[in-house]
């Protein structure tokens, strides 16, 4: 099959034109580096099909950081997994051509055939730029074909003549470099061992002696001093011919492009005050910037709390109703009844009645990428970055930790410094990502809401939401000071024209995601809610039913001055009477279960912070994923029989669950200290088993069991101090 | 001598040249700030660091520490 790349500056338009291409979904977002792994699908173009290759965004060849590397490395075709393209579609932008095509040349060297595909036709209509498009296919010897691929216009006619060129193999016209340098090539190859001289291409070359770049020698077992060698005698030989070795490339490129480029654009400069400056005038103020930045986090955080009570409430509803149709079908086997609906249905419906908050955290997210705020967010937040040797390109990654900590460690691959990177990569878990978002609003809207109101409930979800940060960034200052001193960083990042999103993008982006959440109830989280409730109600011994039984029966006998057999009679025919003692069996039940008594053993562990051997088991059980400490709960009660007729809503159980015994019996469990320390608890540990695996394979598994003990501790000790001095006040 | 990190805003100015041992010139220059390229100081952040620069139509947001590097001659 043969494989099509594209390639092209950050922010052009590759993956949009991607999905057009493939039909897939990639993620497209208007900000620099949103695409940072290679992604393949499939192109059917005639009768044929050609693998289409999506790539991260490079000003250049010359790799600065680990997505950059991912372009240099797919279209050398060095790596073993990775095979050469046989066309490289370049996307450039029409409203910056020039710099655009910088690429384009640095490309052709490697003697790939390329296209060029002029995007954003459309915004350069609308900024009155006027591109000679039969003038630039003259000065670039190949194919150009405008497009608009946010649009689909012009898609038909680039696939036609990428057919064609599958046959023609245009090659762009390579820039005439001066006596100097391809002296200095010859030079770079002499000083090479004989064994890879012929291995060596004048592209890998021009690699090495304009930016040093080894990972040809690497691969080819080069002595670093051979290496160093030959890098050494093509950069002299650049200096002799009155280049500087560092900029030659840059600087003759340019210049070449301004000469054969420069006369096909015509830029109409009557309109001067672009539509961008205007809203950033306010958005990036002096004075309101950081104001207009946290009043949108507070309205993003009251947003999600507020607007999603109602569907909440359906939600439940719908639960509750399937609880009682299938329980009255499965009446004759009690074992199952309990599974499908102590269990499964409570446990997944515990966590899917989230999914409203889901989806309109996602609407605020995909609006935050979309418009194009994302790159100025990161301008703000740059100096106070800096304080902890980080930049704004390591908030762009925790911004989009939010939603989720593993596409933010993914986005690291942006960052330049391999110690900022790390650094970036272990503060993304710390950022409260959308599974925290069902444990705070539980919590809030249980304990919160009702003492407080819904305005401080919307603004403790919007604080909770930087605990992680808070606390997490005096460690990082520390670290940097003094271990890691990471050197100060170049910041240097282009800042999108804003767009209004596109409604269609909006609402499948929360499609895609409300899909995501809904599979994950009903596959991962369904499966442990099966284990949960499998290790709350075995072993069901009916000794323990007995041994409650006889109790009961002896209390009530002692309270009324009856006989014990009367007492056991009156159980019996007396309906409150049998039904207290349901509960209290069931309840035994539940304490006696393998859990239950995992809960109990554990339990000391976690006395510091208030909690009873529930919400242990709760924690435990939920390290997998966090939000199946809301299944949990709900099943735990729900088995032990505190769900009774008129309060099925989880909320309601929570706060009537009072401490059996010790000294605080008779008290409310759920206290706003302890409520606190959940949700502190929940906001620093690192409870998600697929980012300690994402981190590991981004760094390596010493940071990942790095970040799974630091997390955990961290969140013990604070729940501990945020439930003692909670006590206190 | 003036350099980028000297204008103040809405001030234009072309670009000189780097100072020298600047390991960042390179990427600076492919993002357009060319020699002889005409830049506009756009704004500073509220924090007063890093700052916004236009250059053929686009923003690019720069450290000052950077912005001091790069020599410009006032037009
Ligand atoms: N007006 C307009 N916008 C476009 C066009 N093509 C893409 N866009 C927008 O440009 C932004 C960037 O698109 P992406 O496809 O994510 O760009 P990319 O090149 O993959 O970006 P990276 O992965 O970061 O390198 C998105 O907001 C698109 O909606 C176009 O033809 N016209
Ligand atoms: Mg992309």
Not at chain 2, 34 to 63: C, N, Q, W, Y
Request: charge should be neutral; proline fraction near 5%.
């Amino acid at each position: 099959m043969v494989r099509i790349a594209l390639l092209g500056n950050p922010n052009t338009g590759k993956s949009t034109l991607f999905n057009c291409l493939t039909g897939l979904r990639q993620k497209v977002g208007n900000y620099p580096g949103v695409t940072v792994q290679r992604k393949v699908g499939r192109m059917i173009y005639g009768k044929n099909i050609a693998e289409i290759i999506d790539l991260p965004g490079t000003y250049s060849l010359a790799a600065d950081s680990p997505d950059e590397r991912v372009v240099v490395d797919a279209l050398l075709g060095e790596m073993e997994t990775v095979e050469r393209p046989d066309l490289v579609l370049f996307i450039a932008d029409a409203t910056n051509l020039q710099r655009n095509l910088f690429l384009a040349y640095q490309t052709a060297q490697l003697g790939i055939p390329m296209v060029v595909a002029v995007n954003h036709w459309d915004s350069a209509r609308k900024k009155n730029i006027r591109i000679d498009i039969a003038g630039l296919k003259q000065a670039l010897g190949v194919p150009v074909v405008p497009i608009s691929a946010a649009r689909a216009e012009g898609i038909t006619e680039l696939k036609e003549v990428v057919a064609a060129a599958l046959v023609s193999k245009p090659h762009l016209i390579e820039a005439k470099w001066p006596e100097s340098v391809e002296k200095a090539l010859d030079a770079a190859r002499a000083a090479l061992p004989e064994s890879v001289r012929g291995l060596a291409s004048r592209a890998v070359l021009h690699r090495s002696v304009f930016d040093e770049d080894r990972s040809f020698f690497v691969r080819h077992g080069v002595s670093p001093q051979q290496a160093s060698a030959a890098i050494d005698a093509g950069r002299q030989m650049l200096f002799k011919g009155g280049l500087n070795p560092g900029n030659a490339e840059t600087v003759l490129l340019y210049r070449e492009i301004k000469e054969r480029i420069a006369p096909c654009i015509e830029i109409d400069t009557t309109r001067s005050s672009s539509g961008s400056e205007s809203i950033d005038s306010i958005l990036t103020h002096k004075v309101w910037g950081l104001f207009a930045f946290l009043g949108l986090m507070y309205v993003v955080f009251q947003s999600v709390y507020s607007w999603a009570g109602p569907f909440m409430d359906l939600i439940d509803a719908g639960k509750g109703m399937i609880q009682d149709q299938v329980g009255s079908w499965l009446v004759q086997w009690p074992m199952l009844q309990s599974l499908a609906t102590d269990g499964i249905v409570e446990g997944v419906g515990a966590v899917f009645i989230f999914l409203p908050q889901i989806l309109i955290l996602f609407f605020f997210i995909t609006l935050l990428e979309d418009t194009g705020y994302m790159a100025r967010a990161a301008f703000l937040m740059d100096k106070l970055f800096s304080w902890c040797g980080l930049s704004g390109k390591s908030f762009v990654p925790l911004l989009s930790s939010y939603a989720c900590a593993i596409p933010g460690v993914m986005a690291t691959r942006t960052i330049q410094d391999p110690k900022a990177r790390i650094i970036t990569i272990l503060l993304a878990p710390f950022m409260s990502c959308s599974a925290r978002l069902p444990v705070y609003v539980l919590m809030i809207g249980a304990f919160i809401e009702p003492s407080y109101g819904a305005a401080v409930a919307g603004a403790t979800l919007f604080a909770m939401h930087f605990v992680g940060l808070l606390v997490a960034m005096p460690f990082v200052y520390v670290a940097n000071k003094y271990i890691l001193k990471i050197p100060p960083q170049t910041f240097v990042l282009e800042m999108p024209s804003y767009q209004v999103p596109k409604v269609r993008d909006v609402l499948l982006r929360m499609y895609n995601q409300g899909k995501e959440f809904v599979k994950n109830a009903g596959t991962v989280i369904f499966a442990i809610t099966i284990v949960i409730w499998a290790l709350l109600y075995f072993p069901r011994s009916e000794e323990v039913a007995e041994s409650v039984t006889a109790d009961f029966a002896a209390a009530q006998a002692s309270e009324l001055g009856v006989e014990q057999a009367e007492a056991l009679a009156l159980l019996e025919s007396d309906e409150e009477l049998a039904d207290a003692l349901d509960r209290r069996i069931a309840s035994a039940y539940v304490e006696q279960s393998y859990l239950g008594r995992i809960g109990k053993t554990v339990q000391p562990v976690f006395a510091w912070a208030g909690f009873d051997w529930k919400i242990t088991v709760g924690v435990i059980a939920s390290f997998p994923a966090r939000e199946v400490i809301i299944s949990t709960l709900g099943i735990i009660y729900s088995l032990g029989g505190d769900v009774d007729e008129e309060s099925g809503d989880l909320r309601d159980v929570m706060a009537n669950q009072k401490w059996q015994e010790g000294e605080k019996a008779g008290q409310p469990i759920f206290t706003i200290p302890v409520v606190s320390a959940i949700m502190v608890f929940f906001a620093l540990c690192q409870q998600c088993g697929a980012t300690v695996a994402v981190i590991s394979q981004e760094t390596s598994w010493r940071y990942g069991l790095f970040s799974f003990v630091f997390m955990t501790t961290l969140a013990w000790i604070a729940a501990i101090v945020v439930y003692q001095v909670g006590s206190l006040l | 001598m003036k350099t980028l990190n000297d204008l103040t805003q809405g001030q234009s100015a072309r670009i000189a040249c780097y100072m020298p041992k600047f390991s960042a010139a390179r990427r600076l220059m492919e993002l357009g700030l060319m020699p002889g390229t005409t830049v506009r100081f756009v704004k500073a952040a509220p924090l007063g660091d890093p700052i916004a620069l236009e250059v053929d139509g686009r923003h690019l947001s720069l450290r000052r520490e950077d912005a001091a590097k790069i020599t410009v001659q006032a037009l």
